[in-house]
């Protein structure tokens, strides 16, 4: 179905007929896009398809541009956008800024377009030194507080633009559905509906609320990596994907929808392949799925490097010009080039020889002029204005809020929280790094916070600050060199000697930072020297409270019975360990839960929606309907100092106050959330549907809704979510949404009601 890559006349102009484009269309941008396309030579037209690096512009000292590359590059080749970072490292923002100047000066006097500078803030402006971090995406998906994302959207706009950026590769949204993959941190988590409420909120909050017209505090984004790029058959970076056609408009699709629908004005493109296509040549995905059927007048970026790909690694092509033409033909617009300006001459080359039309040329100039225009770049290649609330306070206090509601307590037999009386002895590679509590993308790619904000505390400097003169420390286990694989036991008898003087051991083991292809690994494990860390010092006798600082949910099953207490801080950012020592000291309470399952075994590696199937079966060898998987923890999983109960679950059509409904009805659910506890906590309702009887073997359940709400000890609030029945269909075998007429269940906090639908509905367009 897919393999058809003929790229038809509908995908070249921005909106097909009948379809209501995603983002609206505005005559005054279109016409300044036209009176600038009318102007311009082809030598001018291929520019605007290139990007390079920045290091591609740097002087020998990599501190500054050196003019001859402006006059070659900008001047000569006519690039129309450069990204990355000089040195590969972050600067302070008026260095950034005044690099960006001197670009946009080059670009407006030799070619009269502004340049357009991207950057890859991930989790805030990651790549400005004294610029705000959040807690990484992974742990925004563990608050379920959409509140979250869009406070990092702002800050992280708000700070790109303070430094004359005017467009980030941000947010991720890969579905994080295998544990193995390296960057499953980048993203939400494993459900595309967290993900993609999540992600719209953060592109909301980058943009602004008019993709049109985008002010001086707010930044294109670019949603990415479009799609499929987290479930690579091998675990590794990069590597081919298999996913059946359902799921991928099912699930890969659905957050990408979702922010199309929000305005995202462009997109990057998967460096890897879908069932033996490479993403950047399937021009059924980029000119079918995204262009014409929904109208999207946005740009398509590919990610580094991939058009090399398509000939040096892929063999789908035979050459640079070969692959140049098929990704541009398949709906490519910019290609992230980055060493090379002579791809300008390779794309003029294409388009003389015939290879790309002279209509597919001028479609993808204009989404780059669009982009530009919609930015507000013609007016203001740079701008002149004060940014106060650079690296507020108000950011900073909004990081810690999210780091102390992402951190998930897995398990508490009683030892958290402290006393405040304890000897404590802190241990572990992750115990004193900045480095590791924020992961990749910090200050540089590999991440590297240690060298750039010294004045953060680590867990084991904000537990000293939080219980002073009762914390000693004794690492046990280092990290050696800069790769996150290396660690080596030095002096674990230390440690357990140490643990003899203590009352209780807070244990911080997990992984040192990767990013990309440096993070693909053989073993999912944790690493035998960190376990046998964890297994000396439970033998010493003393409550470990085991603290996991990792980007991925590596495999504990056998220590996790020697911890008396268990914490996934996953990748917290600068106020991490602060959050931390008062969620351990019981200043503030828990409230995250885990976005993805945390496997046990590493042949169950499972997400949350599987098949009644992949059940464990019974000793009897027959498959037992009730069991659940085997994991180590639950998606949604997450234990507070409090505890909540759940009553009184309603669900029925707004229409009729009956448990029936229709495709076009909405179903309202409500259900009582009681604090039952004796502490004020803050709980996430999830809410799930199940599919009882389906055409296609209907997935376990599926997250349809969520709220975080914050109770009083006793008190009760009522939670409402207002379900379309739309919500509720799936793909089917011929790739179109359907509703089947049937049962279902809506479950939330362990309760459950059935409804049913009295008709089946299948949709007639590829989008509901
Ligand atoms: C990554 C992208 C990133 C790009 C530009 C690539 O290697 O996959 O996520 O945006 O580099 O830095």
Redesign the pocket.
Known sequence: MMSSVVISAAAITSCKEGVAPAIPTDKAVEAKVEEVLKGMSLEEKAGQLVQLTISTLEDETREALDPAKLDKIIGEYKVGSI??VMHDRAHPRAHTAAMVRQIQEKSMEAIGIPCIYGL?MIHGASYINEGSLYPQEINLGATFNREFARQMGHAMAYETRASQVPWV?SP?MDLGRDPRWPRIWESFGEDPYLQAEMAREETVALQGGDPNHIDLEHVAV?I??FMGYGVPVTGKDRTPAIIAENDLREKFFAPFLECFRAGALTA?VN?ASINGIPTHANAVLLSGWVKEQLGWDGMLVT??ADIDNLFQRDHVAADKKEAVAMGINAGIDMI?DPYSPECCTTIIDCVKEGLISRERLDDAVRRVLRLKVRLGLFDNPVWDKEYPEFASAEFAAQSYRAAVESEVLLKNDGVLPLKGTERILVCGPNANSLRTLNGGWSYTWQGSADDYVPQYNTIKEALEKRFPGKVSYVPGVVYEGKNWQNDVGKGISDVVSAARKADVVVCCVGENTYC?TPGNMDDLNLSANQKELVKAVAAAGKPVVLVLNEGRPRLIGDIEPLAKAVVDVMLPSNYGGDALAALLAGDENFSGKLPFTYSKHINALHTYDYKVSEHRETMEGSYNYDAVMDVQWPFGFGLSYTKFEYGNLRCHSERSEESHFTASDVLKVSVDVKNVGERAGKEAVLLYSSDIVASLIPDVKRLRGFEKVALEPGETKTVEFELPASALAFVGADGRWRLEKGDFRISCGGLGVMVGCTETKVWETPNI
């Open positions: 990204l990355n890859d590769f991720v670019s990415k990596h990057m460096s990610d580094w992230m990309e």
